[in-house]
């Protein structure tokens, strides 16, 4: 609501209800507290490793994982992420 100090009353913007001045509570908003959130920096990857040279470092373990990236007629993808410099790329079967 807000006050019509003219008319000594408090105007709802949304319905246009009217109440006085003085009569009521008065409540108000307050703003929610901001929480404290932890940030992991380490990597927890439970993906499976092959050996598989990285084009980017010449690391020689990546992770890999196959998705369905085209068609349902056509091969997988192998997608494949170095384990030293997280460098991704893919290979099409």
């Not at 001045?21 to 404290?36: A, D, H, M, Q």
């Not at 980017?56 to 998705?67: E, P």
């Amino acid at each position: 609501m807000r006050p019509d100090t003219a008319a000594h009353r408090w105007v709802c913007p949304a319905c246009g209800a009217t109440v006085p001045l003085g009569s009521g509570k008065e409540v108000g908003r307050s703003t929610p507290k901001e929480r404290e959130v932890s940030v992991v920096e380490t990597k927890s990857v439970t993906l499976p490793t092959t050996n598989e040279v990285c084009p980017k470092c010449g690391n020689d373990t990546a992770y890999w994982v196959l998705r369905q990236t085209r068609g349902a007629d056509e091969p997988e993808t192998r997608i494949f992420e170095c384990t030293a410099c997280g460098h991704k790329w893919r290979e099409y079967q």
